[in-house]
């Protein structure tokens, strides 16, 4: 079990000896590597991949800070770029895998030997996962530390954020739900005070954030990097679809339009219909976790049921401060 590790390998203690350590969330501690807090196996897989990872021109990144909705963009993501390949929605890839199973992670399923990475140990899991053309690949890492090819390649990079509030909850109860059965229940009061102190896995959020909206701003990264919130896909979902497939160059076409395929795409995406499929009730992702894990109420605003007024008037002044005033709003 890689969340709640009492014991770290070696390798891993050696990596992480001369950073600065806080408690963790699902893992025992979080060591923090150029700003960003991390749990070892993900920190290693970083510097791994910093070293060895290559990107390719037409690769699409979508990144996200985690409980974003990474699930439901990959699983968009995936459907617009390969609808020609597979064009029944009935009878589609997502009907009998988890998003997570299309669309791999760069931190977690390619640590293992494959083209990219000749100096990792072969357990080769996805390694086929990750040779469609374009490659569809994601992460949670924050700009900064993206491996150098990404920055420079003309890959496409899609980076999905959250109202900080409902990230903090879904991140809560995802915890919860990983320490089940091992350690003790983490308290809502201390997951709040570590996430509004920048400490929770892949924080802090403001930087996370920050970092692609500072360069997607940049004039040479707009048609490289499209900023997006889990709320526009919510409240827009038939314009932010058109603009993703626009942005990744698979464009709808008049006919696909006037004949309800943004509607089929949505509607196989959403979370009702995932979130029911056999695969995501009762199937597990490659890197051990159940996929159910990854569904649970796919609304706006619950941390309504259970922020305090306090609660909400300290996080809401730090977005205010750290976000709002660089233009990113909720
Ligand atoms: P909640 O915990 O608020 O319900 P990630 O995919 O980045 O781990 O984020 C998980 C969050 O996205 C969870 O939020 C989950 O319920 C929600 N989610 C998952 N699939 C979704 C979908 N198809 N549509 C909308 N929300 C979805």
């Known amino acids: 079990q890689k969340f709640v590790q009492d014991e770290l390998p070696q390798e891993l203690r050696d990596l992480v000896s001369n950073l600065p350590m806080e408690n963790g969330w699902a893992e025992k501690h979080l060591y923090q590597y150029q700003g960003f807090w991390y749990n070892p196996f993900i920190l290693q897989a970083l510097v791994t991949l910093q070293k060895h990872f290559h990107a390719n021109d037409n690769d699409i990144?979508?990144?996200?800070?985690?409980?974003?909705?990474?699930?439901w963009l990959k699983a968009l993501a995936f459907s617009i770029v390969n609808r020609s390949k597979y064009p029944n929605?009935?009878?589609?890839?997502?009907?009998?895998?988890?998003?997570h199973a299309l669309v791999p992670f760069l931190e977690f399923d390619l640590n293992s030997s494959n083209e990219f990475l000749p100096n990792f140990n072969s357990l080769s899991r996805s390694s086929s996962l990750f040779s469609s053309s374009p490659r569809i690949i994601s992460t949670h890492f924050p700009?900064?530390?993206?491996?150098?090819?990404v920055k420079e390649s003309s890959c496409k990079i899609v980076y999905l954020c959250r109202d900080p509030k409902d990230i903090l909850i879904s991140r809560w109860h995802f915890t919860n739900k990983l320490r089940k059965g091992i350690t003790d229940n983490f308290s809502l009061e201390d997951a709040f005070e570590m996430f509004c102190k920048g400490v929770s896995p892949g924080g802090p959020f403001w930087d996370h954030m920050l970092g692609y909206w500072n360069e997607g701003m940049k004039s040479s990264n707009n048609k490289k990097i499209m900023f997006l919130k889990y709320e526009e896909i919510k409240m827009n979902p038939l314009l932010v679809?058109?603009?993703?497939?626009?942005?990744?160059?698979?464009?709808?076409?008049r006919e696909e339009e006037a004949v309800g395929v943004m509607d089929d795409i949505l509607k196989l995406c959403s979370f009702d219909n995932l979130s029911n499929l056999e695969v995501n009730t009762n199937g597990k992702t490659s890197f051990g976790v159940e996929n159910n894990i990854f569904f649970r109420r796919g609304q706006v605003g619950d941390w309504k049921n259970y922020l305090t007024t306090e609660m909400v008037e300290k996080l809401n002044n730090i977005i205010a401060n750290k976000l709002t005033e660089h233009g990113i709003q909720f």
């Open 61 to 71: 990144f979508l990144v996200s800070i985690p409980k974003s909705g990474t699930t």
């Open 241 to 253: 679809l058109k603009e993703l497939a626009e942005f990744l160059g698979f464009p709808f076409s």
């Open 89 to 99: 929605f009935q009878n589609h890839p997502l009907i009998n895998n988890n998003p």
């Open 143 to 149: 700009y900064v530390s993206l491996p150098n090819s």
